[in-house]
C-alpha cells in the first residue's frame, strides 16, 4: 500500500506561484513513478505532468509546459509541482499519483489507469 498526501494548495493571483507536495509513505519511494493531475468543476480529470523514478525523464501536459515544473526528492519520499504564471484555467483540484513500476511507466503516463495509487487532492484556486 501507498499512501499519498498532497499539501500546498490555496488561493493566488494570476500570475502568481505556487508550490505543490505530496508526501508518499507504505513503500520505497524510488521504486515507482510519480504524476499530478488535476480536475477542474465540471470536467474530467486530466493529466498535468509526471516524473520517472529517477527523476531523469519528465513529461507534461501541454498546457502547462514552461509554465509547471515536476521533481521528487527521493530522501524525502516527496515529489512537487513548481506552478509559475499561474492563469485561471489552472483553478483545479490537484490530485498526485503513484505507478508502482520501477522503470519509466507501467502505461500511457497520460491515462488515469496506468496510475495504481491517488491521494485525496489539494484545491488550487486562481483569481483573474
Known amino acids: 500500500q501507498v499512501q499519498l498526501v498532497e499539501s500546498g494548495g490555496g488561493l493566488v493571483q494570476a500570475g502568481g506561484s505556487l508550490r505543490l507536495s505530496c508526501a508518499a509513505s507504505?513503500?520505497?519511494?524510488?521504486?515507482?513513478?510519480m504524476g499530478w493531475f488535476r480536475q477542474a468543476p465540471g470536467k474530467e480529470r486530466e493529466f498535468v505532468a509526471a516524473?520517472?523514478?529517477?527523476?531523469?525523464?519528465?513529461h507534461y501536459a501541454d498546457s502547462v509546459k514552461g509554465r509547471f515544473t515536476i521533481s521528487r526528492d527521493n530522501a524525502k519520499n516527496t515529489v512537487y509541482l513548481q506552478m509559475n504564471s499561474l492563469k485561471p484555467e489552472d483553478t483545479a483540484v490537484y490530485y498526485c499519483a503513484a505507478d508502482l513500476v520501477h522503470l519509466g511507466y507501467s502505461g500511457s503516463y497520460y491515462t488515469e489507469s496506468t496510475w495504481d495509487y491517488w491521494g485525496q487532492g489539494t484545491q488550487v484556486t486562481v483569481s483573474s
Open positions: 516524473i520517472t523514478w529517477s527523476g531523469g525523464s519528465t
Open positions: 507504505g513503500r520505497t519511494f524510488n521504486n515507482y513513478a
